[in-house]
């Protein structure tokens, strides 16, 4: 079976990992880091997550992830994983989120799904 391997990342903290797909949050959706309340929280807290889930557009993206990782695993090379990595710009909120959705809804269908949250723990970045 193909390894499917979804990394979330932060711009802010070091360039975005090598994937086959990546998908950048930054700039087309609401970032939580702007509200206070949820500035320091991360995608582990309910709040965060319906927050990100709650934006307009990030469900079609994250259907589009998921038809994009069937469509990887459709074709000729099955020697290696499907790599998959989120991008926003701390890679506490946005990008931890849609990583964790992807990596629940690929689990479900029973692939073998490796989640790496790269940037979750590291300090929040002042901007």
């Known amino acids: 079976m193909t390894r499917i391997e979804i990394t979330s990342f932060g711009y802010l903290h070091a360039a975005a990992p090598e994937a086959r797909i990546v998908i950048d949050l930054r700039h087309h959706f609401r970032d939580p880091h702007l509200r206070p309340e949820l500035r320091y929280l991360t995608a582990h807290d309910p709040e965060v997550r319906e927050t990100v ?22 074709g000729p090379r099955q020697d290696e994983p499907v790599t998959v990595a989120f991008g926003c710009q701390g890679g506490r909120h946005r990008a931890a989120t849609a990583a964790s959705v992807l990596a629940e809804r690929c689990a479900a269908h029973g692939l073998d799904v490796h989640l790496v949250h790269r940037d979750l723990g590291k300090d929040v970045v002042r901007r």
Not at 53 to 60: K, M, P, R, S
Not at 62 to 69: C, D, F, N, Y
């Open 53 to 74: 889930l709650a934006t307009d557009g990030i469900e079609q993206v994250l259907q589009a992830a998921e038809a994009m990782v069937q469509g990887y695993l459709a």
